[in-house]
């Protein structure tokens, strides 16, 4: 019985180790990269090499390509029972030269990817010859020239994938559409490519991605009649109007049309594209009003329609939602909307982005904002709302972003606002807000870019903003802030931009604290454009950028174009100027005008090497000019004009090339001449500069209006002292 029993353990063992075995070879066969003793076909073996001869490999990845064994040549893929080479994938390996032609001989080649690297040779046309190729990815590289017309042999290729080249371009084929009735993926954009989209490539049934954006292509926005999932034709020269892509209603995921010239209205057979997740048709000349009947489904997560001509009211509903779906970002900016924000937009319970600026809307911001608990970011900046803040506006307590500027906002800046302690950027510059800045915003730890200028702000400066540890700009511009500089001001780690100007501060200019920033201390970042020799200053340019990750995340990132400087003008500062400011080798300008400033200019200011503007003029300066400018090649704009300036300036010391910088110095001497000098000539109309490259329409307006304003009582006034006049005027008002 033992006997018997031990039998049959022993076949029921046998039978289970046998039953693996069979498995693990039906793997081994129907999986050839299991195979790791295969050898690599010799003559595939040798085109490899030579291709690798041609190449430059900085990380010598491809050394590994020794041996027989396939399974070690990184990049390599074999056939298991031939040797031959299947695959070659040497994608973001840093290889650069040029594509050497010896890959056409691996005639057994279904996919070749070279794509992320730095090759800079033509295609070679012999590709044509890899008949079983069925993915071929040069993207992002320098490749360059045009497609050759022999690819059209590929009849099984399923992917073509060349964007990213700038170099490559010419002619769209007009093959690309009937070469391969097995083409699924068709990415050529981000090149040079020009011309129409042939007509056939809207009937090629297989296709499922195009993505031909980012060229100069022109011609009409046909329709596709084939199921779509992806259609990206964004940055062309693409016009007529939208069709309605009927064929793609329940495929069409991602379509992307921004920045091209297509005109008319948007039909609302598109919110019949039930599969849409993301739709862009931003700046583009679409007009007239949204339609009530166009809402989308609750799978669009981006809707992008800025930059248009879009007109009428905010569509009430643009798109449905659910508890646990609906749209994440909806940007109706740099359009022609007008009315009421309607109270709708906030029942988008995911809404994590909103962007209605540059508008003409007006009223209120509602308050039920609050409701939209995702919000990362609001900008309703450029329009003409009114009202205060909505207090509610605290329930986005996710907000990143809040860019309300240039709006008749009024009321004051309320102290919960502390409760936004995520909050990046805060902007509320030109409204009409009043009151101080609330001692509970140091909360707001997380602030880099705040902007309160043009409002009716007052006070002393608080030590609320010194917890505002991460801040890279500030402005406090144009307000009726009132006292001291204190201390803290300029030991921000990371300021970029200060601007304080036109308030009414006092006192001294802090010492000692300049050398903390590292925008201050770095000569490496420029921000202001020059014509000739006059300088303009871009104050700010904030460009949110906001990416769908997921199906409920979106990824938040932001660029800050601004220039490095410090702006202390018209303000009531006295003293010496800090010898200290002017050792910052990263300021691009520094204006200290219209203030009480006494001392002498500084010799450090050669040291400036990174300045472009510097305007220290209408102060109580005094003494020579010690400093030699020559070395400053970036100074585009000097002004040292109206102070008390004395002494002989040699041309040795640069300042030759600002000839107008010194009027109102009349004690100071140039020199012309080899010792020869004489007083600064005097303009008939002496110019801020520094202040009209920011300001020029609005001063330009003001003096016209005085102007005429003075002419005209002046002449009622002569006419009346006029006897003669004076009888006649009276005469005819009887």
Known sequence: MEAKRGFSNFCLCSGIYLHIIVIFFLLIVGNPSVVSAVNVYPQDRAFLREFKSKVIEPDLILSSWVGPNCSNWAGITCDNRTGRVVSVNLSYMNLSGTISPSLCNLLSLQTLVLSHNNFTSVIPPCLGNLLSLRVLDLSHNGVRGLVPDTLMKLKHLRELTLNGNKELGGNLPMWVGNFSRNLERLDLGLNSFRGEIPDSLFWLKSLKYVDLSENTLSGKLGEFHQPLEVLNLASNRISGTLPCFNACIQSLSILNLANNSIVGRIPSCMSSLRALN??????????????????????????????????????????????KSGLLVLDLSHNQFSGNIPPKITELKSLQALFLSHNSLNGEIPGSIGNLTYLQVIDLSYNSLSGSIPLNIVGCFQLLALILSNNGLSGQIQPELDALNSLKILDISSNKISGQIPQTLAGCRSLEVVDFSSNSLSGPLNDAMNKWLDLKFLSLAQNKFEGPLPSWLFTFPSIKTLDLSENRLSGFI?????????????????????????????????????????TDELSFAYGLLSPVGIDLSYNQLNGDIPESLFTLHGLDYLNLSYNLLEGQIPVDLEKMWNLRALDLSHNSLSGPLLANISSLQELIMLNFSYNSLSGFVSRKQGYWRFPEAFTGNPALCIEVSVGKCQPPTIPALPADNFKNDLEEGPISVWVFCVTAAVSFYVTLIALFCWSRSRNYILRSKV
Do not use: C, W
């Open 278 to 323: 993301q739709l862009n048709l931003s700046k583009n000349g679409l007009e007239y009003g949204i339609s009530p009947m166009l809402v989308f489904s609750d799978k669009l997560l981006a809707l992008d329609l800025s930059h248009n001509q879009l007109s009428g009211p905010l569509p009430r509903k643009i798109a449905e939602t659910t508890d």
């Open 510 to 550: 802090p010492d000692d604290t300049f050398n903390v920033s590292k925008n201050f201390n770095n000569a490496v970042i420029t921000g202001m454009n020059t014509e000739g020799n006059s300088i303009s200053i871009k104050r700010k340019k904030i460009e949110v950028s906001i990416m769908v990750m997921d």
